[in-house]
């Protein structure tokens, strides 16, 4: 929201928008699931971290009017509770997003961020981003961040793009997002993200 609201007044320049005339594709990046890679690859990206276009579908077809149709869109969706915890991590090593959030204590917990900002940008359910306003998906394929190479060649082939290897950026160090849940924590996230757990077969020990 902060961000956005800088953008508007002339604070931050708006993000390159995440769609290409060339291939006649658009990419709905939400956060934490791997897309700077693709943002990369396409050139909408520079490596400054802040800048990726996180923009929902619904933006899109707002922002390309009558030309959004003519559009091949996909996206990617992760493991919600993969995500939450990459999300966590993500907030606890930039003081810049604890400060959009109002995060007073630097070391707050991962229960904490939960619990308490569930609804932050980066904990939205991955619907938002791929759905119109009565929750049906709108973006033509989805591809998965745990198959991500995969899926990102056959989106290659559909737009008739060269097979590109993905770089890994801005990764985080290795870890096992299990490692990071109580039993209520598991049900907690379970009930914040119930659709898509639902809809992609997502399974926390999957």
Same mark, same amino acid.
């Given at each position: ?49 802040? !800048? ?19 559009? #091949?869109? #996909? ?32 070391? /707050?917990? /991962? ?10 940008? #980066? ?22 961040? !745990? ?32 490692? /990071? ?16 757990? !639902?809809? /992609? ?6």
């Amino acid at each position: 929201m902060f961000k956005k609201l800088f953008i508007y007044f002339g604070f931050l320049d708006a993000p390159v928008p995440n769609y290409s005339d060339k291939y006649k594709c658009l990419f709905v990046h939400i956060p934490k699931t791997g897309g700077t890679s693709i943002e990369s690859v396409f050139g909408w990206y520079s490596g400054h971290r802040g !800048e990726q276009d996180h923009r929902t579908i619904l933006e899109y077809r707002k922002l390309l009017g009558t030309n959004f149709d003519t559009y #091949f869109s #996909f996206s990617i969706v992760r493991n919600p509770w993969d995500r939450a915890v990459s999300s966590y991590l993500n907030v606890k090593r930039d003081i810049n997003h604890q400060k959009q959030m109002w995060i007073k204590n630097p070391d /707050f917990s /991962f229960s904490d961020f939960i619990y308490h900002y569930s609804d932050c940008f #980066f904990l939205r359910p991955q619907m938002s981003w791929i759905s119109d306003k009565n929750g049906q998906i709108i973006v033509n394929k989805i591809c998965r961040f !745990e198959n991500l190479q995969e899926d990102f060649s056959e989106i290659c082939q559909i737009v008739g793009s060269p097979i590109i290897t993905l770089p890994h950026l801005l990764k985080t160090k290795r870890y096992d997002y299990r490692d /990071f849940y109580t039993s209520d924590l598991v049900i907690k996230v379970n009930d914040l993200y119930g659709d898509e757990i !639902e809809l /992609f077969w997502y399974q926390f020990d999957a």
